[in-house]
């Protein structure tokens, strides 16, 4: 699951109106429910920042999806 979706998932799960979350976390009512009706997909961090600390959420980086190594380097060569 993305971070876009248990977001949308604890806002739809607070028992707060959209309004008072935004005017609480200190966002955009209409950045919110355009986020929360999808209608805008994605938020700047800052406002994920602000929804996390507001709805007690924390962000984790896991490793899933790292590569293995570190990307090879480029040769250039002249030609």
Known sequence: MSISEQLR?????SPETYYRIAKDAGIDWG?????VDGSRPNIRIETV???????GLELTVTARNRRAS???????TRG
Do not use: G, N
Not at 9 to 13: D, F, P, V
Not at 49 to 55: I, P, R, V
């Open 31 to 35: 950045t919110l429910q355009r986020f």
């Open 49 to 55: 920042d602000k929804l996390c600390a507001y709805l």
């Open 70 to 76: 570190p990307m090879p380097r480029r040769r250039w």
């Open 9 to 13: 998932q604890a806002i739809e799960k």
